[in-house]
């Protein structure tokens, strides 16, 4: 019951007409994001940054959530009447969505990812209620070796769960945490690998590198290929859906809320691995599996689902532990500590009005993004049109104005393109940013947790075995590693489900 | 994703050199770290010294790039994109000449000058559309950064002239 008052203190937050104001801005500039092809989530996050220094910290946070819960809408609009994923979660659904569209079922398909975008959301929306208060009151207890484990527990699964090869994301996760020891130390205040250059002096602005790596270097990637105009826009027709189809969708979109909800909290899940699984599952359980791949609702509904339950749940570890689970959240993460709150197990207490306020907006948010679908669908579609160059040209002059805002200072810009290039060419070479960006967050919080423990043990690795949630947690890391290494040494390239992901995903 | 990303053939000498490029760039970045952090002074693990923390992940880091260096790839997720490299160079050149432009010159004239370059030559479109569009996200761009957000920016030559920062 506790909760449900709390629940309501959050409403009492969010729905004054500036946070309202908030919830729409950031799910609408999510949604025409995720249409536009060429600019993630991440980097649309990087790029509004600057902008929420001035805000409340809680308007600040409802309005970069709604961007990347809203970017998971947009995607679905693109992937289903043109085949191009606006972002990497959605190209599952292009597959059985785009065959819907082609079939004259463009309606139906983007009606029943809608609602079941709704219901995942909501219903990760109460998971999240239920779990995140205990769980951060179980994480107080923990010390400096308690999170080292998880530090490293969490890289070591974001390397485990990308979609591509997992020694080049361990090797960009070190590169990540190397580059956070760039600075001041925070222990002996010696400064470390700064070059002379007093603008490394407190390390390299977090912003500058998520917007080099995400923004600049997607920007470069496509301006190859800039010039190709889109295929021809399908027709939308109707956006309902009948009754069967209701029937076939029901059971996917409950299992898709209850698959993306815990794929959403490991760190690395997110959208694409949870609408992979989640298409998977239904492949799987269908009684019609030829169908797949050929028009299948069900393989819209599904993964619609899963990836936005899961962009909701990715939330969990961040306000209860202080740990992003992937590069949206490492940037939020980012927001918050520029408004000087430093998110851990004492988030929901010290500052109840903004996590409260942040679910609350959340389930707002859901709700008009319903509404929102239902009538400007038509508007986005003309979004497309708009040519990637031109596209690219302005948001170029708004990431680099943007990111002199940070210090008012030109190093940031010059440390942004170098981000940039080589964010291009680790695409080019078959590398992620997200294990470099995300290690690079959390490479300050584990070496400072890593010479504490060491500080409290007298130099024995022994504490990271002893202590029992850090046992089991060394044990998991260990899991991973070995399983890694087995992998290798035999060849398989990935677990399974990366093996079902590039089958379905990359069947081209 | 894109059907036009041809994957690199793993059978000659020089693209298996180029394979593991990556991995010997890598090396290189830890190797500098791992000597500066020694520089830096190791310490023991019961005193640890502010070079302990690097000098290990550069050494996780020289191993697995070793190792890439040794096994290669198979080349599957490379893309040969060595005949394609100058429109982004052209791109971060542009962004070079914003950076220094901005600094002596404000947003303005820099905004212009550069959103010309970009929209003709990269993106393709006719002067008369450069020229509009260059137009339009500059002003867009100064009112949403000047007026709104009250940012402070280098002085800017063009605004000046209307009695703006």
Known sequence: MDSLTNLIDGFGVILTPANLLYVLLGVMIGTVIGVLPGLGPTATIALLLPFTYGMEPTSAIIMLAGVYYGSMYGGTITSVLLRIPGEAASAVTAIDGYEMTKAGRAGPALAISAVGSFIGGTIAIIGLILIAPSLAGFAVRFGPPEYVTLTVLGIVMVTYLGTKSTLKSVIAAAIGLLLAVVGTDPIAGTTRFTLGLPGLFSGIDLVAVAMGLFGVSEILYVMERSGQSHGKIGEVGRLTFSREDWKASRGPITRGSLLGFPIGVLPGGGGVLSSIASYGVEKRRSKHPEEFGKGAIEGVAGPETANNASSISAFIPLLTLGLPSNAVLALILGALMAQNITPGPQLITAHPELFWGVIASMLVGNLILLLLNWPMVGFFVQLLRVRIGIIGGIAMLITLVGVYTLNNSTFDMWVMLIMGVLGYFMRKFGFEPAPLVLAFVLGAILEESFRQSMLLSDGSLAIFATRPISAVLSVFVLVFIASSIWGAVRKDKKPSIIDQAKELAGED | ?165
């Open chain 2, 1 to 165: 994703m894109n059907s036009e990303q041809t994957a690199v053939a793993t059978h000659s000498v020089k693209d298996k050199i180029f394979q593991r490029v990556p991995y010997a760039v890598g090396a290189l970045i830890g190797l500098y770290f791992l000597l500066g952090a020694i520089g830096l002074g190791v310490g023991t693990l019961s005193a640890p010294a502010p070079g302990l923390w690097p000098s290990i992940v550069a050494v996780v880091l020289i191993g697995c790039c070793v190792v890439g260096m040794l096994i290669g790839g198979d080349g599957e997720d490379i893309e040969d994109f060595a005949g394609r490299l100058l429109r982004p160079a052209i791109g971060v050149a542009t962004l070079s000449l914003f950076i220094l432009m901005f600094s002596r010159f404000g947003l303005v004239l820099s905004g212009l000058v550069v959103l010309v370059i970009w929209f003709r030559f990269l993106a393709r479109e006719t002067w008369f559309m450069s020229v509009v569009l260059a137009v339009g996200a500059t002003v867009v761009t100064y009112l949403l950064f000047v007026q709104l957000l009250a940012a402070r920016f280098p002085d800017d030559v063009i605004a000046q002239l209307w009695g703006g920062r």
